[in-house]
């Protein structure tokens, strides 16, 4: 009987031991202010598309940089925050009409973002302007998406790259309308480090 009570006790004694691990952990997590100042991801994504006219054989490329990350593009379609989802070159290898490219994130990040296009070829006989559509879309995790930003943009000809939108991304994950600008950058083939 003896030896039983002293098994329960040991029981009781180990529960507790470890409840007060938990216990200090949690407080520990809780009480540490720098957590929230290092969480920059937030549930949700970003969403940003290019479109420009079907059926030309116009190769346009979306360039996208996120806070303290690397450009993303058709030479770099992977970084730590974004990716492309296909370059589309026009009508070169396509089957489809459609002419656009969708960048995507992984978290919502706070911070600023630059937003460019390249035009990169034009196999157009006639050559000329194009018109181009941005559509950026904010979705948080378990709300339905909301269009942020749309706008529609000429670019004039091949090999210019232009800033299309300029924008932050507040800390609680919300959109800064106030922050929208199109003060002109250029990251294509850059590194955070280079611009
Ligand atoms: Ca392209």
Redesign the pocket.
């Known amino acids: 009987m003896q030896g039983i009570n002293r098994l329960f006790l040991d029981v009781i004694l180990g529960a507790f031991g470890l409840f007060l691990v938990l216990l200090v952990i949690a407080i520990i997590w809780i009480n540490d202010p720098t957590d929230l100042e290092n969480e920059t991801k937030l549930p949700g994504s970003l969403s940003i598309e290019l479109f420009w006219p079907d059926k030309l054989p116009v190769?346009?490329?979306?360039w996208v940089r996120a806070p303290d990350a690397d450009p993303v593009g058709?030479s770099r379609k992977s970084g730590m925050i974004f990716n492309l989802l296909r370059?589309?070159?026009?009508t070169i290898g396509d089957i489809a009409p459609a002419n656009m490219?969708h960048v995507f994130s992984r978290g919502i990040t706070p911070g600023d973002y630059v937003v460019n296009a390249h035009f990169?070829r034009d196999n157009r006989a006639d050559t000329g302007p194009i018109l181009l559509t941005l559509i950026i879309t904010l979705k948080h995790d378990g709300k339905d998406p909301i269009k942020v930003h749309t706008k529609t943009i000429t670019i004039d000809r091949q090999n210019i790259e232009m800033t299309l939108v300029r924008f932050t991304i507040k800390k609680d994950g919300s959109f800064d309308y106030k922050s929208i600008n199109q003060v002109p950058i250029k990251i294509r083939s850059k590194t955070k480090d280079s611009t």
């Open positions: 190769d346009i490329d979306m058709y370059d589309d070159l026009g490219e990169y």
